[in-house]
Structures are given as structure tokens and as C-alpha cells.
């Protein structure tokens, strides 16, 4: 009972570590320990505390003071001649005022929108980093699934040569084949032997890679799940229309712009007259040497109207207005290049697809011709050494094509959702 109790635990493990290893799980954990995203989460909290503080501006502020002073007099004397007994004076004062601003020419309330604004932007920010930490995940994740089978391949070629190469080194001693045979055996050997050292170095370098990106252990190659489910637009004009309303990049640019327009708001409300009121009372112990105790109430309106300020207002406002007009040319610019970037991006998830056709072809192809070829000289028909060498050849380069085109497929569509500004982990199915 035992026992079956362990092999079932060992089962449902296996099934477990076989159904979180994969790409899914890896985004999630790089989003969770990417240091630039923590960052950027600080920023927003930042941005929300920028918020709170322009919301207090109507808000009425509250201060308490309170002093003590002691005064010492010595060496009086009055007018006579006369010297006077020194004298001692404690004074105590408490002070508890209110102050609400009335208006200030709709500067607090474009203060306030600003900063409302700039949380927006800090939340966009935080997608933008976020999305980028998803499409390097999806290379770094891909990249070690390719370099892992084209070090398989390789070491599978290396394998098959080495025993091509103790084949011909018996039918040479039959007589079936030359020594120029066997030379090119060799030299096939070796040069798959170099093939496969430089396959290990790109894995090692794709290992590190991951590493960094998701802060995780290598997974298990064989366990690794290539296949996921995104939702792509169905044509390029699709592409454009979502990305009018998504892409992050132009969302930033059109903030920036309002952002822009209320720093121009600000800068005009500078120039309007300001009303303010405060209440204040006090109390006095000691005040001079005919009251002892005094209290006080007070109530005080405030009207200001800055007029002149050496030019600094009006150079405020000149400079508001163009970086009002540069964040405008900024955000046509940002239209432009996005409809260009996801031109681009469609054109090469529609030319991967083809590529990965075509690859899938060669590589069947290449299968067929290899084990017709090799059989053929395994069974002593005209087929040569050099025949073997050059279909296994071909056969490992469609292969490692083939393999390259999926994992190129795979990145184009992340690529494309990511400008199109779709991509999250919700996204990925």
C-alpha cells in the first residue's frame, strides 16, 4: 500500500511540475522578481502620493504654535539718575489658526487633474515594463527551447557520423569503399564534433540568459510546453484600428500632451488674483506689565493679485506654451511611427508563418531523401560517402531551420499583440 502511495505521489508530481513549467508560469515569476518593475511599481505609489498632496490644496490647513519667553532687566535706571530693582518677565503664548484657500484663479483644481494625469501615466508606465518583461521572457524562454534541440541535433548528428565513420573503416578493409571515403567520413566527423561545441556554448549562453530574465532554475527540457493561445487581429487594418486605442507608447504620448495643457493652465492661473480666509485664537499669559492674561480671536480675508514679477510669469507661460506645442508634434510623431512599427511587425508575423511552412516542407523532404539515400548506400547501390555526408547535412540544417522558424513564429506574434498594446499575462492562453 505503501508503495502505491509513493508511485501515485511520484505521478501527480510529475503531472503537477508538467503543467506549471511553462511558459505562463515563467512570465508570471519574471513579472513578480523583475527588478525594473518593482521600480516602476514604486513610481506609481509615488504618482498616488502626488495626487493626495495636490488634493489637500482644498482642503483647510490646520497649525498650532505655542512659545515661552523670559525676559531679564538689569542695570535700569530712570530718568533721574536713580537705579532701579531688576525685573523678571515670563510670557506664555498659545496659537491655534485655520486657513482655507478660497480661490486661486482654478490653479488647485488644474494641479489636481494634472496629478490625476501623471497617476495614469505611472499606471501605462508600469504596462509598458510589464509587457517588455513578458517578450523578453518569451525570447529567453523560446531561444532555450531552439538552442536545446539544436544541441540535441547535433549531438545526434556527431553520433550518427561516428558510427558512419566505424562502418567505413570495416568496409574499407572489405574493399566496398576507398580511403578518400573514409577521409570524408572523418572530416564530416570532426566538423559535426565543432558543430556541436559551438551548440553547447550558444545553450550555456541561452541558460545564463533565462536566468537572468525570470530569476528562475533551468527547467526540464522535456517538459517544457511550447504551444500557447494568443488572440491576433485578423488582418493589418485590424492591427492599426486596436492599436489606435491600446498601443501604450501613443496612450503615454496623448497623456503627455494633456499633461502639457494643464502645466499651460497652471502657469495662466498664476497670473489671477487669490482669495484666501484664517482664523486664528490665541492665548496670552504675561503680555507686558499692565495684562496679565490676554486672549485673542481673529479673523482675516485675503485677496492677492501678483502683477509684475520681473517677467518671470509671462516667460512661465511662454515657456508652457511650447512645451505645449513640442508635446503635440511629439505625440503625431509617436501616430506615425506606430503605424509604421506595426506595418512592420504584421509583415513579419505574416512572413514567418510562410518561412515555418516552408521549413516544415524542407525538413520532410530531407527526411525522406536522407533514409532513401542511407539505405541505399548501406545496401552497397551506387550511392557514395560523399551522397551520405551531404544529405545528413542538409537534414540537419532543415531541422535546425525548422526549429528556428517556430520559435521565430512564436516571438512574431508576442512582437505584434505587444504593439498592438494587448499583451499581459491574461492575454496568453
Not at 516602476?40 to 482644498?58: D, G, M, T
Not at 497617476?119 to 513578458?134: D, M, N, R
Not at 514567418?352 to 545496401?379: C, F, M, P, W
Amino acid at each position: 500500500m505503501k508503495k502505491i502511495l509513493i508511485i501515485l505521489f511520484l505521478i501527480f508530481s510529475f503531472s503537477y511540475l508538467h503543467a506549471d513549467e511553462n511558459f505562463k508560469f515563467f512570465a508570471k515569476k519574471a513579472i513578480e522578481n523583475n527588478l525594473q518593475l518593482n521600480a516602476e511599481r514604486k513610481n506609481l505609489e509615488v504618482a498616488k502620493q502626488n495626487k493626495n498632496i495636490s488634493r489637500s490644496e482644498f482642503l483647510p490647513s490646520v497649525t498650532i504654535t505655542g512659545n515661552q519667553t523670559s525676559t531679564t532687566s538689569t542695570n535700569r535706571v530712570n530718568q533721574s539718575g536713580a537705579s532701579l530693582a531688576d525685573t523678571n518677565t515670563d510670557s506664555e503664548n498659545k496659537t491655534i489658526s485655520i486657513e482655507q484657500t478660497i480661490f486661486s484663479g482654478l490653479k488647485g483644481i488644474n494641479t489636481f487633474k494634472k496629478s490625476e494625469l501623471e497617476t495614469q501615466k505611472a499606471i501605462l508606465e508600469l504596462k509598458k515594463v510589464e509587457q517588455k518583461t513578458i517578450l523578453d521572457t518569451a525570447n529567453a524562454y523560446y531561444d532555450l527551447i531552439y538552442k536545446s534541440k539544436n544541441e540535441k541535433f547535433n549531438f545526434s548528428n556527431v553520433n550518427l557520423f561516428e558510427r558512419q565513420v566505424e562502418s567505413d573503416k570495416a568496409r574499407l578493409q572489405k574493399g566496398e569503399i576507398s580511403l578518400t571515403d573514409l577521409a570524408q567520413s572523418e572530416s564530416s566527423l570532426a566538423g559535426a564534433n565543432a558543430k556541436l561545441i559551438k551548440a553547447k556554448t550558444e545553450l550555456l549562453s541561452s541558460k545564463t540568459n533565462f536566468q537572468r530574465i525570470t530569476r528562475e532554475k533551468i527547467p526540464n527540457f522535456e517538459v517544457l510546453n511550447e504551444k500557447v493561445f494568443l488572440e491576433l487581429p485578423n488582418s493589418l487594418n485590424s492591427s492599426l484600428k486596436q492599436s489606435r486605442l491600446k498601443n501604450l507608447n501613443l496612450l503615454v504620448s496623448k497623456l503627455n500632451y494633456e499633461i502639457a495643457i494643464k502645466d499651460y493652465n497652471i502657469e495662466r492661473a498664476r497670473l489671477s488674483p487669490s482669495a484666501s480666509i484664517k482664523v486664528s485664537k490665541s492665548e496670552n499669559n504675561d503680555f507686558s506689565t499692565t495684562i496679565d492674561e490676554k486672549d485673542e480671536e481673529t479673523v482675516k480675508a485675503s485677496i492677492t493679485w501678483p502683477l509684475i514679477k520681473g517677467g518671470e510669469n509671462v516667460s512661465s507661460i511662454k515657456k508652457s506654451i511650447l512645451n505645449k506645442q513640442r508635446a503635440q508634434l511629439l505625440l503625431q510623431d509617436t501616430k506615425d511611427k506606430i503605424a509604421t512599427e506595426i506595418s512592420n511587425s504584421w509583415s513579419i508575423f505574416q512572413s514567418s508563418k510562410s518561412v515555418l511552412e516552408a521549413t516544415r516542407a524542407q525538413l520532410k523532404a530531407a527526411e525522406i531523401a536522407n533514409e532513401g539515400i542511407t539505405l541505399e548506400y548501406d545496401s552497397g547501390n551506387t550511392r557514395t560517402t560523399l551522397d551520405v555526408i551531404q544529405s545528413r547535412s542538409l537534414l540537419l540544417d532543415a531541422r535546425i531551420a525548422f526549429a528556428k522558424a517556430e520559435k521565430d513564429f512564436i516571438i512574431s506574434q508576442f512582437e505584434l499583440i505587444r504593439q498592438i498594446g494587448t499583451l499581459s499575462l491574461e492575454s496568453i492562453k
